[in-house]
Nanobody
Framework: QVPLVESGGGLVQAGGSLRLSCSAS????????MGWFRQAPGKERDFVAA????????YYADSVKGRFTISRDNAKMTVYLQMNSLKPEDTAVYYC?????????????????WGQGTQVTVSS
């Protein structure tokens, strides 16, 4: 098990920024690929971004490319999602997830452990 706890969500105006954090516990955090997903009301949970174990490789959904940045600090056992130029359609509960297998995953089933989520609301 990898307990994951997200934080940093909130209410922001369109065009604003937020930085989400996902803190993990346990000694093996650096061994996991990490990802961010989001789920808007009445919709499926969608992939947002993923990062490799070292942080050297990242991958983004087209909808957030150029606006969001995923990063990690293995010493702090934390993964971040910097969100800039936020839009009302970015409103969702954001989840971080940890992946055991090789490669960056983009599907929910690619990840083994999940956080509880943090709400992000972007007002127009």
């Amino acid at each position: 098990q990898v307990p994951l706890v997200e934080s940093g969500g909130g209410l922001v105006q369109a065009g604003g920024s937020l930085r989400l954090s996902c803190s993990a516990s346990g000694r093996t955090f650096s061994g996991y690929r990490m990802g961010w997903f989001r789920q808007a009301p009445g919709k499926e949970r969608d992939f947002v971004a993923a990062i490799s174990r070292s942080g050297g490789n990242t991958y983004y959904a087209d909808s957030v490319k150029g606006r969001f940045t995923i990063s990690r600090d293995n010493a702090k056992m934390t993964v971040y999602l910097q969100m800039n130029s936020l839009k009302p359609e970015d409103t969702a509960v954001y989840y971080c997830a940890a992946r055991v297998a090789n490669g960056l995953g983009i599907g929910q089933n690619d990840y083994n452990y999940w956080g509880q989520g943090t709400q992000v609301t972007v007002s127009s």
